[in-house]
DNA sequence: AGCACGCCGACT
DNA sequence: GTCGGCGTGCTC
């Protein structure tokens, strides 16, 4: 490409996670010419040290005011492409995370970013040439200042590549040796191990197990009696004659008009819609990502996916629990040569070779977003596949039977619909009227539970943990304190006052309900092990448990648990003795997520589900029982519109620890700032630790939002922030 | 004065 | 992420 006399320059972000750190400019040399673009993975130093970077921009010569150093090299097997640096710096933006840490996203797991390749030997002869080597190890042996030196000269060189345990190594047993004298304890004990799991076994797997550690196998190795290799991932391949291609009229329409789509499916249909659109998107010679919640969910679609798989072609499963080939699978699809990666969060962020399509399912469940902080970006992966088709141009096809009012509300215009199937069976529903009684579980339900299980039918018990307890509720008529600004529930805060985790505002507890004068106010509480308990007492017999981390007696008749594992399978009766604790809980989406509850529960029922609240006619509640999703989404968008909640405004919360003068400035220091980005700033309120305030930020704009909390925040950790401790957090879900 | 330690700011 | 500079506070 031609272009005026003199070098380039390339904007780098390197891969440092931090706020602090901007994308720096960097000269191109002549010899990298036409070798890096936007969305390179480039080598380039930070005071003297080689680093990974990807390039954000480039530019003709003097157009970067300090561009100094040069870029070192550039590592076209790690680079994300254009698309991909595009979706991390809007993930970036949207989510107030460092860019550095959302490009990491893009980079193969296991990658060692700090590792060396030995060039020439070193002027003491102690490293090989050719050796890899960490940056510590050469760091110790030459000291910052000479290792600085070997690397402009060109003795070393940052080759940064994946870890062994992480490309599907396997250790095998070479014939004909076996144990010397010589061997040590541990590495006769480990060739056995490897011997009694048929002479080859994966190494990660091998040293999990055996609790081995890894020089050991080293050493093994090194005498010549086990031998590593690197063997190509497990994938799905495809058969010669694969099943029907599933739902092609609708995914011919999703893939020929393009864009993103609805689907409202029951779970179960899920994962055979999943492999119509791969087989469809494959047909056209394009590859497939398929976004689940969980692990579980991955192993289900990928069975479904390989049944209509054609010869040569190939789909794999891609979550944190597969520890053997991530990378190579992460290489595979980068390279084209796998055609449909199902898998979790992370997986958005794969590079892909030709991406044609991508399928959530499940679409509103909370574990397609990342928890607080940590491991990944929190965003919510609906938006990451919307962002991303769009930007490569492929079909987004979401899935679930009672979709998010975010993306139901975007109907028409962004979002097309595809209309539902027909509904074959839906259960009777009930509603137990708890108005009346301060009862954790109603006589009539437990009668209920009681005649189901004498006449032999299943019960499944279902309880959210989730948002339960301290709400007051009037035991007499029903009324929930609630916050005349904000409209939220007010929870106890002590024994004479309620708080408004929206605004703060404190009010003084009355010993009486506003509505109905009744002296009978009490605090709503329900968990799983208190109401097995209780119940297993009243109908004096066994009742089994069934939640994420413990089974006990599942084979009872009657079996208390969290809606995961329970809503798993089906049952003759389902009980949701709390939905109060959502549908009157504090947050914005309690109403949304009791709706969920109750209709995935009605889907899981074969013959009667009983619900048991002090709100018996609540619009959520009614519309879930009779499997009626428009109108739901009707009456909760007209609310959530009047009161300024998500989907027609964005949210995001500061919590400011400290205390003292700092705290106060710092609050004042937000608020002049969202002022200035006019967004609407709501608090400060008491904040979840003793000292600590909360602000809510509101707007209409995702990214003036974001830049609202981000900008003052990124302020405050440039200058000092004596003793104050700033937690941001975009969209979240606990308001 | 001499040195350990921790906090900042710079690094392109 | 990593280094060097600088201030604080302790010891000889």
Redesign the pocket.
């Known amino acids: 490409m031609a272009h005026p006399a003199g070098e380039m320059e390339a904007l780098v972000c390197l891969l ?3 706020h ?2 901007p994308p ?3 000269r191109v040399p002549d010899r990298l010419e036409g070798r890096v673009g936007v969305g390179s993975a480039v080598v380039a ?5 080689s680093r990974i970077g990807v390039v954000l921009e480039v530019s003709p010569p003097g157009s ?1 005011s ?4 040069e870029v070192r090299g550039v590592l076209e097997e790690l680079s994300p492409g254009p698309e991909l640096v595009e979706l991390c710096r809007w993930a970036s933006e949207r989510a107030a995370v460092p860019l550095a840490q959302v490009l990491r996203g893009t980079l193969p797991p296991g990658l060692d970013a700090t590792r060396y390749r030995v060039r020439a030997p070193l002027p003491d002869g102690r490293f090989e040439e050719g050796a890899l080597v960490s ?1 510590r190890a050469l ?1 110790r042996a030459l000291g ?1 200042e000479r290792l600085r030196r070997a690397e402009v000269e060109g003795f070393v060189e940052l080759a940064p590549g994946v870890r062994e345990d992480e490309r599907s190594a396997w250790a095998v047993v070479v014939g004909g040796v076996s144990g010397g004298r010589e061997w040590t304890n541990p590495q006769r004990r480990l060739f056995e191990e490897l011997v009694c799991r048929g002479g080859e076994y994966p190494v990660g797997r091998l040293l999990e197990e055996t609790g081995a550690r890894r020089d050991v196998l080293r050493r093994l190795a090194g005498r010549g009696a086990v031998r590593i290799e690197v063997r190509p991932p497990e994938v799905i391949r495809g058969s010669e004659n694969p099943k029907e291609r599933p739902f092609p009229r609708e995914m011919d329409a999703v893939m020929a008009r393009g864009g993103a789509w609805l689907w409202r499916r029951p779970s179960s249909d899920q994962p055979l819609v999943a492999a119509g659109l791969a087989s469809t998107a494959l047909s056209d010679g394009f590859q497939t990502l398929v976004l689940v919640p969980t692990r579980e969910d991955a192993e289900r679609v990928a069975q479904e996916v390989g049944r209509v798989l054609p010869e040569g072609r190939s789909a794999a499963v891609y979550h944190a629990g597969i520890r053997e080939g991530r990378a190579e699978i992460h290489r595979a699809m980068r390279a084209g040569r796998a055609d449909v990666l199902i898998g979790t969060r992370s997986a958005v962020f794969v590079p892909f070779e030709r991406l044609g399509a991508i399928c959530v399912l499940e679409e509103p469940d909370l574990a397609h977003r990342a928890g607080e902080g940590y491991e990944g970006v929190p965003l919510h992966v609906r938006d990451l596949a919307l962002q991303r088709a769009r930007i490569e141009g492929a079909s987004a096809l979401f899935l679930s039977p009672v979709p998010s009012l975010e993306l139901y509300a975007r109907r028409g215009r962004e979002v097309k619909e595809i209309a539902p199937p027909e509904r074959t069976r839906w259960p009777a529903g009930r509603v137990v009227d708890l108005r009346g009684t301060g009862a954790r579980l109603g006589g009539s339900l437990v009668e209920t539970c009681r005649q189901a299980v004498e006449e032999g039918m299943s019960v499944g018990v279902v309880v959210t943990r989730v948002g339960h307890g301290r709400v007051l509720v009037c035991n007499g008529c029903g009324a929930v304190a609630v916050c005349p600004r904000c409209g939220l529930s007010l929870s106890v805060r002590d024994e004479k006052t309620l708080v408004c985790n929206g605004c703060g505002k404190v009010e003084l507890r009355t010993g009486r309900c506003p509505e109905c004068g009744s002296g009978r106010m009490s605090t709503t509480g329900i968990a799983a092990d208190g109401v097995r308990s209780e119940l297993s007492r009243r109908l004096a017999r066994r009742v089994g448990l069934l939640t994420a981390g413990r089974r006990e007696g599942e084979d009872a008749g009657v079996v208390v648990g969290t809606p995961r594992p329970m809503l798993a399978s089906e049952w003759d009766v389902v009980a949701l003795p709390d939905v109060d604790g959502l549908l009157l809980g504090r947050r914005v989406r309690g109403t949304e997520e009791a709706f969920r509850l109750v209709y995935r529960a009605a889907e899981r029922t074969r013959t009667l589900l009983v619900v048991q609240s002090r709100v018996p006619d609540h619009y959520a509640l009614r519309a879930a029982l009779e499997g009626d999703y428009p109108a739901f989404a009707r009456s909760e968008l007209s609310r959530r519109r009047s009161f300024g909640y998500p989907p027609f405004a964005y949210l995001a919360e500061i919590v400011l620890e400290g205390d003292g003068e700092p705290l106060a400035r710092a609050v004042e220091f937000f608020l002049e700032e969202s002022a200035r980005h006019r967004v609407e700033a709501i608090g400060p309120a008491p904040g979840p630790e003793g000292t600590s305030r909360r602000l809510l930020l509101r707007g209409t704009e995702p990214h003036r939002v974001a830049a609202a909390a981000l900008e003052p925040y990124a302020a405050l950790s ?3 922030m ?1 003793g104050l401790k700033v937690r941001v957090t975009i969209d979240p879900q606990e308001v």
Not at 45 to 49: K, T, Y
Request: glycine residues 12%; without cysteine.
């Open positions: 440092i996670g931090t602090a750190l720096l400019g960097y130093p930070l005071s003297g040290i970067l300090r561009a100094t150093e940056r760091r910052s440039r200058k000092k004596r």
